[in-house]
Structure formats: C-alpha cells, structure tokens
C-alpha cells in the first residue's frame, strides 16, 4: 500500500518536472520570436525553411542518434559478462511489453531519415549559398572534424545498413538457427563467430573510429544548436563532448578486439 502511494507521488514530481521543462522551452522560443501562438505556421516555416531551424532539428535528432547508441553499446558490452548474460538481454528487448520494441524502432527510423535528409539538405544549401573565396577561407579555418561532416556521415550510414544486413536481417552468412542450453536466441555465440572473422572485425573498428570523428565535431555543435550557448561552460563542453564520442565508440572497438584476441569466446 505504502509503495504504491509512494510511486503515485514519484510519478506527480516527474510530471511537475517534465512540465517545468517544457515551461522553459516554450519561454525559449518566444524570447527568439520563433513560436508564435497565434499563428503555429511560423514555428512550422522555422523548422522547414531557415537554417537556424534545421540545425535545430539537426541536434535534437542527433542527440536522440546519440543516446541510442549509448544504450546499444552498453548492451553489446554484456558480452564480456558470458553467455547467459547477454542472451537473456536481447531476449529481455525482444519480449518488451505493449509493442514497445517496435516502436522504439519505428521511431529510431523516423530519426535516422530526419537526421540525414536535413544533413544533406543543410549541405547542398550551405554550398550554394557560399561564394567561391569565403567558402575556400571557411574551409580553411573550419576544423577537421566539421570539413569532413558530409563524408563520414555517408560512411557510417553505410557501416548501418551493413550492420543491419549482418546482425539484425542476417542476410550476411550469419546463422539464424543458434540458441543456448535455455532455448534462447543465442546472440552471444552469433556475435562472436562474426567478429572471429578478422575482415569484418577490423572494418567494425575502422567504422567506429569514423563514427567517433563524426561524433567530435556532432556533439560539441549540438550544444550551440539548441542555443545553450554560455561563455562559462563552453570551453568546458567543447572538451567533454568530443572526449565522450571517443569513449563511446573505443569502448565498441573494443568487442570485436577482445574476440580476435580470444577475451571473448
């Protein structure tokens, strides 16, 4: 009885806190007059037309892009853990009630697609826009990182779609009939014959250092996108988030590593 009151009143203090939230960034957009409440056409032209609201769309897929991997590579990372413990995560995800699996799938799509028809759209405008000169001086300041957005974007686009010819359609040679002595799915044993193949381990590390770069420069804009700017924090962010994206994808690397050099087995 007591817990059950005691999860009513949580569940009120996130609600007052999520409203919070939203109360800010609804004052957010009306101080840069970009949400008018009696025309909503505005705020939909913002988000369609100007660059400001693309950017913005930008980092807010990206960072939903970004959290999502997290969570990916934090599963992937059970399989230091054996067998059993990995197996009984993906069969955890694949039992998830009220459909929620394909959901969070669908709407990962949906982010995926936004996230890259904008990148092209915001680089195909930008490349028009720019005279010749500034945009050869542009480049010239511009950081590694920035210059080579559009590429390694495509790249680890193509490091998806292979990702998920081979581990989720397995249309790579993988075999589908595994499961362990439980009657699961036997991810584990999948995942380790496939990194057993040293062609494909080293592209996984190559793709996760690409990510990483792309990462480098994503996170640390994503900042000034949403308009969190501060002259405080700045220098501390523009350090923080490319070291977090490095981290991220080093500790991915290192599964396929740890199976080539027999850790995992």
């Known amino acids: 009885m007591f817990l059950e009151i005691r999860t009513v009143i949580e569940q009120k203090k996130n609600l007052i806190l999520l409203t919070q939230h939203l109360s800010i960034f609804y004052r957010k957009l009306r101080n840069i007059n970009i949400l008018d409440i009696e025309n909503a056409s505005h705020f939909k032209a913002f988000l369609q037309k100007s660059s400001l609201g693309s950017k913005y769309i930008m980092a807010l897929t990206g960072a939903g892009l970004f959290a999502f991997l997290v969570g990916h590579i934090a599963g992937n990372l059970l399989l230091f853990f054996g067998q059993d413990a990995m197996n009984a995560y993906a069969l955890g995800l694949r039992n998830l009630p009220y459909g929620l699996l394909w959901i969070a799938r669908g709407g990962l799509i949906v982010i995926v697609v936004s996230h890259i028809v904008i ?4 680089t195909y405008h930008n490349r ?3 005279p010749q000169r500034y945009a050869y001086e ?10 080579t957005m559009p590429y390694t974007g495509t790249l680890v686009l193509i490091f998806i779609l292979l990702h998920l010819a081979h581990f989720t359609f ?3 040679g993988v075999e589908i009939d595994l499961v362990d002595p439980l009657g699961r799915d036997d991810v584990y044993t999948m995942v380790v014959r496939a990194f057993q193949n040293p062609i494909y381990s080293a ?4 793709a996760m250092f690409i ?5 480098s420069h994503g996170l640390s804009s994503m900042w000034q996108s949403l308009g969190l700017n501060h002259r405080k924090y700045n220098p501390f962010f523009r350090r923080i988030m490319p070291l977090t994206g490095w981290v991220v994808c080093i500790s991915a690397a290192i599964i396929p590593l740890a199976v080539l050099f027999g850790i995992i087995k």
């Open 170 to 172: 397995r249309w790579a």
């Open 128 to 130: 028009r826009a720019r």
């Open 138 to 147: 542009a480049t010239l300041q511009a950081s590694f990182a920035s210059r």
């Open 211 to 215: 990510l990483a770069y792309h990462l």
């Open 119 to 122: 990148a092209y759209r915001l």
């Open 203 to 206: 592209g996984y590390v190559v």
